[in-house]
């Protein structure tokens, strides 16, 4: 099955900054990559996602990039807000069978006012 | 309208006892699922479910059961509780892409 791995677990970024998770995938057939945004003690929220057939996708400070090659994609958050603290997930749905998505491990990601 | 709503919200319960969680969508999406997140937040998916096809995580435990009377409707069934059992629980559900996630179920056995 599809195994999906995130980096770095945690992140610390100044109100501000740029803040970027990194994430591979091993199935080559993936065609959908979400990323999910969980608040303390809320349900997982979807904020921004991408499609095989695109190599970038950008909503206002939250923009997400795809290498279909190396098997990688990216969520970059510019201009960061302390609102912006939570727990970020990346996940890739591989194309055949069902809807599945596989997560990643997730990114604790803090902005410091 | 709550697109995606699970019942109860908490559950705190003794091992070796049997619960059920109820999950309800009212958005027409084909197919649900339960994901299982546990203390190191990883979410981890248990199973999916359309009319069609249940597929079922291996790791899963067969005490874990999906029970779904209609299309809207996927409840979890846990039978012979234990201590790792202990996690979130969450419902959601997705027409072709994008999934919608209900509040979660905070399951504890003690």
């Known amino acids: 099955g599809e195994n999906v791995e995130q980096h770095p677990s945690t992140l610390s970024v100044q109100e501000g900054d740029s803040a970027v998770i990194k994430c591979t995938y091993s199935?080559?057939?993936?065609?959908?990559f979400p990323w999910y945004k969980q608040e303390l003690g809320k349900r997982p929220q979807l904020i921004i996602d991408?499609?095989?057939?695109?190599g970038e996708k950008k909503d206002q400070r939250i923009a997400v990039t795809l290498n279909k090659t190396a098997k990688h994609f990216s969520l970059h958050i510019t201009e960061t807000q302390p609102e912006d603290s939570a727990v970020y997930f990346c996940?890739?749905?591989?194309?055949?069978?069902?809807?599945?998505?596989?997560f990643g491990t997730g990114t604790r990601l803090t902005v410091i006012p | 309208d709550t697109a995606v709503s699970q019942t109860p919200k908490y559950l705190v319960t003794q091992m070796g006892n049997d619960k059920s969680i109820k999950c309800e969508q009212n958005?027409?999406?084909?197919?649900m699922y339960w994901y299982k997140q546990d203390s190191k937040k990883f979410l981890k998916i248990m199973f999916s479910?359309?009319?069609?096809?249940?597929?079922i995580n291996e790791t899963v435990p067969n005490r874990f059961s999906p029970k779904s009377p209609d299309k809207a409707h996927l409840n979890l069934h846990i039978n012979s509780l234990e201590l790792g059992d202990s996690a979130v629980y969450f419902c959601?559900?997705?027409?072709?892409?994008?999934?919608?996630f209900g509040s979660g179920t905070r399951l504890t056995v003690v």
């Open positions: 479910y359309n009319n069609k096809e249940l597929i």
């Open positions: 959601a559900s997705s027409s072709h892409y994008g999934y919608t």
């Open positions: 199935d080559s057939a993936s065609n959908y």
């Open positions: 996940a890739a749905k591989p194309q055949a069978g069902a809807n599945n998505l596989f």
């Open positions: 991408i499609r095989s057939n695109v």
């Open positions: 958005l027409g999406h084909d197919t």
